[in-house]
């Protein structure tokens, strides 16, 4: 017995001696990271989708032909691509002879925001929109798949901010909704000069929503007070544990119809041929039916208007990225779990502190 708990005792130092090592580790990894993401903030990825469709409909060309002609036909394949880089090395040649740029080809830049209740992408969208502008001109385009029900009105005026920048570029923006554009996310799409929508894409709910309980009656019941102290009338108009008053529930009414107003006005500058007073009720339709109340401009979808694109022009698929070690990716994936989590909560309880598009 005096063996085993001796051996035990010598257990128990070694695994902590082990868990104190590697805490320090972590802490000095951690530290050396966080001196580094000054430097290693993220990167842009660029990804011409031409050369994908190309060597996608190569593949099946190849595959549709029987055993005996596969051999030839991709000897063929492969002549016609060297001739063809040929062709374009000549091309870039004569036009840095001639010190002109010869390249009238239209450029399309693809983007994919979809869009959560915080619109967290917004950050990522930033980068790609100062990006995209450091090279786009009136005659290029960009192309955005969009998918989003919407969320906080400040999180997605932020979003539908950074597309407004193309606008004022005089960029043309073409929004793809294949699933759904609602709210804060229909918010985003009207920004666009052209939105394009599958048939039974959700489109719309041009509205504002607010919700909270209040717990006062059960307070008053077990005898518990609640005090909440303000400076300034409406610091605090509907609250979870006090006695809410109709003049509270009145102000927060009107702070919801003014954010309604905003929305609807943000719209209706964007998309005058819109009968806003018919469409701002807060309902949603599918894309065939939103199609006939000028929600959107055509139906079809994202694929295959990128398809038609990669045909005419040159198509990059345009993404902000940030690469991470294994540790990160494994405490940011928990993290963003927990703060989900404690979100969706949270905003159970406190409805009134975010209104929602």
Not at 68 to 90: G, M, N, P, T, V
Not at 144 to 171: C, N, P, T
């Amino acid at each position: 017995m005096e063996f085993f708990a001796e051996y035990g005792l010598f257990l128990a130092k070694t695994v902590t001696a082990i868990i104190a090592i590697g805490l320090v580790i972590s802490l000095i990894a951690n530290a050396s990271q966080k001196g580094r993401q000054s430097s290693e903030k993220g990167h842009i990825e660029i990804t011409k989708l031409n050369q994908q469709y190309e060597q996608v409909s190569e593949a099946m060309s190849v595959a549709m032909l029987d055993e005996s002609e596969q051999k030839a036909q991709a000897k063929k394949l492969q002549k016609e691509k060297k001739k063809r880089a040929k062709s374009a090395a000549k091309k870039d040649k004569k036009t840095e002879d001639d010190d002109i740029d010869s390249s009238t080809k239209k450029r399309v830049f693809a983007l994919k925001f979809k869009g959560n209740i915080s619109a967290a992408e917004v950050a990522n969208l930033r980068e790609e929109v100062t990006a995209i502008l450091t090279q786009a001109k009136p005659e290029d385009e960009v192309v955005v798949r969009l998918e989003s029900a919407g969320g906080m009105v400040h999180s997605y005026g932020l979003a539908s901010s950074q597309l407004d920048r193309l606008r004022k570029q005089a960029i043309p923006l073409t929004i793809c909704v294949d699933k759904v554009a609602a709210s804060g996310g229909y918010m985003m799409a009207c920004v666009a000069d052209k939105i394009l929508a599958a048939p039974f894409a959700v489109i719309g709910s041009i509205g504002v929503v607010a919700q909270m309980p209040n717990f006062h009656r059960l307070l008053k019941k077990h005898d518990v007070d609640f005090e909440l102290l303000t400076a300034g009338e409406h610091k605090r108009t509907l609250t979870i544990f006090g006695e809410n008053t109709d003049k509270g529930r009145e102000k927060f009414v009107e702070d919801l119809e003014d954010t309604h107003l905003l929305f609807k006005s943000y719209v209706s500058e964007r998309r005058p041929q819109v009968d806003i007073e018919k469409v701002a009720t807060g309902d949603v339709w599918f894309g065939t039916r939103a199609a006939e109340l000028a929600l959107i401009d055509e139906i079809k979808t994202s694929d295959e208007y990128l398809t038609e694109q990669v045909k005419q022009a040159d198509v990059y698929e345009i993404s902000y990225v940030q690469k991470k070690k294994l540790h990160q990716r494994l405490g940011i994936a928990a993290e963003e779990s927990a703060d989900r989590l404690l979100l969706k909560w949270w905003n159970r309880l406190t409805g009134s502190s975010n209104k929602y598009l």
